[in-house]
């Protein structure tokens, strides 16, 4: 009890000489540079862009502009950079004909955000090699990708579902990918009404859009196929009601719309979260998902704590004199009101 009193009777008359000593002594610890350590929730994405030509379809809006579905997702990647947490990697990769190709293996997001920003906005459809668009295989690609990386990241493959050549439902590719091995997204782009198909020259120059007879209308395993017998149907025609909305739509393979369901079945297959994109931020919600995070042992450094204790421990010396004096002048003003009321 001594010693507190004696603390209490120290600080009213040396309140000052206290002050500065406590902020000194919380400068002088900075030295020993201290620290604390956290768990954080952080990600690692390599991001797989369709680049092929039905992703030129503008059936998407910016800024209150018709937009082409790549234009919507590289803008929504572009936000969503802004909402990973520093410390998160991202990575480029674009995928066209049967294969995805790395650009840019993941790096940290806050000190490389012009550098990811820079490189998203130059991919284009001008990048593809091929004309084709077989999704499942570019997927498979993409997982191969994502999983020979050395951080292990997950995978968010954006695209709007159009295989090209068409698939037959039956004859779909098989492949040894394990549900599950990488997480991620398979993500959706596109209204699920179909539009026309932009046609462009290797520059990127617009060639009017795609016509019926300029595209393949029905798959590779049934062209030039038939029976033995004039009128007879092959014993595997019909894919049957489970799987008929994946196959050739002969007569408007020229016209794309999203598939959704082929999309949705892949990612069952594949162990991924099928996510639609139509709002940037609903996008950048998917891409923090804490099944997606990964928690990583993280050092805090404690000399901005210190240091900005001692500022407000200085900050408090020079204001306790003037707040003691506007005490003062408050308890003067209150003394001379009840003077007067007295009076009276």
């Known amino acids: 009890m001594k010693a507190v009193a004696w603390l209490r009777a120290s600080w009213r008359g040396r309140r000052d000489a206290w002050l500065l000593a406590l902020a000194a002594l919380a400068l002088a610890a900075t030295f ?15 991001v797989v862009l369709d680049i092929t030509q039905s992703m030129n379809v503008t059936d998407q809006v910016l800024a209150g502009k018709p937009a082409s579905r790549l234009a919507f997702a590289k ?101 040894d990918d394990k549900p599950g091995e990488v997480p991620g997204l398979l993500v959706g782009v596109g209204e699920l009404l ?19 007879d300029e595209v393949m209308q029905t798959d590779m395993r049934r062209q030039g196929r038939g029976a033995s017998v004039s009128g007879e149907a092959l014993a595997d025609d019909g894919a049957g ?3 008929a909305g994946l196959g050739a739509t002969p007569g408007t393979e020229h016209l794309s719309a999203l598939r959704e369901g082929y999309l949705r079945l892949l990612a069952s297959e594949r162990g991924l979260r099928f996510h639609r994109l139509q709002t940037a931020p609903g996008f950048s919600e998917a891409l923090t998902d804490p099944a997606l995070a990964k928690p990583v042992v993280a050092r805090a ?7 900005a204790l001692a500022f407000l421990l200085l900050l408090l010396r020079n204001a306790w004199p003037a707040a003691q004096r506007m005490r003062q002048a408050l308890r003067k003003k209150r003394s001379a009101a009840a003077s007067a009321v007295a009076s009276d």
């Open 194 to 212: 179909a539009s026309p198909i932009p046609k462009t020259d290797p520059l990127g120059r617009p060639l009017g859009v795609w016509r019926a």
């Open 75 to 175: 803008e929504a990647l572009r936000q969503g950079l802004l909402e990973l947490p520093c410390g998160s990697k991202v990575g480029w990769a674009v995928f066209t004909e049967y294969r995805s190709f790395l650009l840019l293996a993941p790096v940290e997001v806050c000190a490389n955000l012009g550098e990811l920003r820079a490189t998203l906005a130059r991919i284009d459809g001008r990048m593809a090699w091929s004309g084709n668009s077989e999704v499942s295989k570019g997927l498979h690609s993409a997982i191969g990708i994502a999983r020979d990386l050395p951080g292990k990241p997950s995978l968010v493959f954006i695209t709007d579902g159009q295989e090209a050549p068409p698939l037959n439902p039956q004859y779909r590719p098989a492949f």
């Open 301 to 307: 450094d404690g000399r901005v704590a210190l240091a």
């Open 32 to 46: 020993l540079n201290p620290g604390l350590r956290i768990e954080r929730r952080l990600f690692e994405h390599v």
């Open 241 to 243: 009601p489970a799987v």
